[in-house]
């Protein structure tokens, strides 16, 4: 089911809605329990494509999986751990980008692990040349086939050296996953530091892990014997935080995001702030909306953090088409973040997107043939479209235009939504959406 929804736009979303775990931790946090000799618990968790695509890789390799999804808690037993069924483990090729991070874990506890295509967000090449390269560098064997990549350690994995030339979340991810209970030391420079991978260092550190993290993005990892399981609260997701917000001003609205975190937005904050939205921080979440009047272009790049997140890019360039004058955005995360802009630019926004880095440093796409740089000039009145969902911020960058915009949209292909936005339906009603969901293509 893709999944079609028509939406009457033009009408402030207002009201509460609550966020729970992150996506781009929950789903590390499950794979980290294969490590553990004991079963873990895992609360906050979220409802959403990619927990259940990670809860059935985890259940062919034996492991028990329990989600209460109303109650937002996964218990997972690893007691039995086996190899999956290549076959199996193929079926969900192309599902999510998780399946990479098995390797260290299931070279641990079966000496043998399998990747199949990997999905996720179509938003650059997203090469794994650094995750096989760390594999190997600790000692696995990686034989690419037809149908995916074997993965073996007939040797045991070893504590290794790793510069990585980006700071990668999967890799620093994958680094952590397969040092911990490799033979030795392990010294990584060069790691990203996202705050979900700081609480997967926290789950680690639960589990028996000694993992040491430096103020120069160097992380050392002593391997240890034993992993016991964790028992663990999954940080919010402050990429659909982000995203709420970003509606909020679009459509001028107000909204209060229940489980929203200043500290891991703090960059976010102050972009909002710059841009003329509106916010107050309290203990249970932060409201977030448009105060009235014009809003204001700003130059922005995304970083790895502390910088600005690629991911609230989408939904952030949404509202920017509402500022008054011309704001610069350049994405230096991936090559090829932009193609939504064309769905934006069929409802009215005027959007040009150039090759060039602009309006900061230059960055590891400038003079490439990548379309990473975009000039947003505003305000421009968005009007109702047909809209394919591309991807999935930028489906939901397409759902808040279609929301700001006068008249009723067709967008279609939502399903892809929910890899990473709990019951957005439901959301969407709580805030007074005029949306309703219909048969599609
Ligand atoms: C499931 C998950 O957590 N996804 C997040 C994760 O993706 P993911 O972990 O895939 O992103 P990375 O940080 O690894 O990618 C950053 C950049 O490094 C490049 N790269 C990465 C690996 C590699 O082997 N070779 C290589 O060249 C990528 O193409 C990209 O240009 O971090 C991204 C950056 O914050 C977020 O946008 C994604 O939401
Ligand atoms: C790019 C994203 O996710 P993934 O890495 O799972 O494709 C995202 O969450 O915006």
Redesign the pocket.
Known sequence: MNGLMRVEGGNPLTGEITVRGA??FVSKAMVAALLGETPSRLANVPVIK?VDVVADLLRLHGVTVDHDADAGVVHLDPSDVESAHVADIDAYAGS???PILFCGPLLHRLGEAFIPDL???R?GD?PIDFHLDILRSFGAVVDKGVQGIQISAPRGLVGTLIELPYPSV?ATEQTLLTAVRARGLTELRGAATEPEIMDLVAVLQKMGAIISVDTDRTIRVEGVDRLDGFRHTALADR?EAGSWACAALATRGDVFVRGASQLDMMTFLNTYRKVGGEFDVRDEGIRFWHAGGDLDPIVLETDVHPGFM??WQQPLVVALTQATGLSIVHETV?ENRFGFTDALRGMGATIQIYRECLGGLSCRFGRRNFFHSAVVSGPTPLRAAQIEVP???GGFSHLIAALAAEGTSEVRGISIIN??YENFLGKLEALSAKASVGAGV
Request: with cysteine; proline share 0%.
């Open positions: 996506k781009n990619d999510s980008r998780i999905g996720g967000c938003i997203r999967g990429i690629t991911d991936y991807d999935l911020r890899r990473g």
